[in-house]
């Protein structure tokens, strides 16, 4: 009796990687380990979405890791250096012109203690240049001095540009590594500082009334 031979498709390749599974022997547990190892390898590299949330935890993380960063740079050098530790600063914030006036001849006639004020202030952290003028600032003077001041000195109130506590809130801006930036923005975002102390804790509304 002649044998008929069926006509059967060819295996597809699902079936044909089975075939040559079926022949082949079985993973080690080592080699499993490491199918295991490059699998969560490839878990962890693949890119996965982060809400607004997560995104704003990691950017303060990420503040906070360089803030501490600094610090340990300056411990360090305190004890490599004499005359860099720490200070108490209790005259701050500034709250007149005389305030002002004395604690620049201080900076001016004292280059150590100019130096050591520059240190305490550059740990104010912020995560852009506007957010550390703004907290440098916000240390060294209280609103109602803030109100006397500008820039330039125009009309009746006081320059900061040619004064010692601006090379002291210049050096202290310039030091936070988490906004790197020049000497033009830092100046920049000083002058809106100063521009904007009257409206703040409650001065616009106030002249809205």
Do not use: H, M, P, Y
């Given at each position: 009796m002649e044998d008929v031979m069926e006509d059967r498709p060819p295996a597809s390749p699902?079936?044909?990687?089975?075939?040559q599974q079926r022949g082949s022997p079985a993973p080690t547990p080592s080699a499993q380990a490491q199918q295991r190892q490059q699998q969560l390898q490839r878990a962890i590299a693949a890119p996965t979405p982060c809400t607004a949330v997560e995104k704003f935890l990691m950017e303060q993380v990420g503040e906070l890791q360089v803030k501490v960063d600094h610090i340990i740079r300056l411990l360090q050098s305190k004890h490599t250096h004499t005359g860099t530790e720490f200070i108490s600063l209790p005259m701050l914030p500034l709250g007149s012109v005389a305030d002002l006036d004395s604690f620049d001849a201080k900076l001016q006639a004292d280059s150590n203690?100019?130096?050591?004020?520059?240190?305490?202030?550059s740990i104010s952290g912020g995560k852009n240049i506007k957010e550390t003028v703004w907290r440098v600032c916000a240390k060294l003077f209280k609103q109602e001095l803030a109100t006397k001041l500008n820039?330039?000195?125009?009309g009746q109130k006081m320059g900061l540009k040619a004064r010692p506590i601006h090379h002291v809130i210049l050096g202290a801006v310039l030091a936070n590594p988490a906004a790197p930036s020049t000497e033009a923005e830092a100046d920049a975002a000083i002058k809106n500082w100063l521009r904007l102390?009257?409206?703040?804790?409650?001065?616009?509304?106030?002249?809205?009334?």
């Open positions: 699902a079936q044909q990687r089975q075939q203690f100019r130096n050591k004020v520059i240190e305490k202030l820039w330039c000195g125009r102390s009257g409206d703040r804790n409650g001065g616009r509304q106030r002249r809205n009334l």
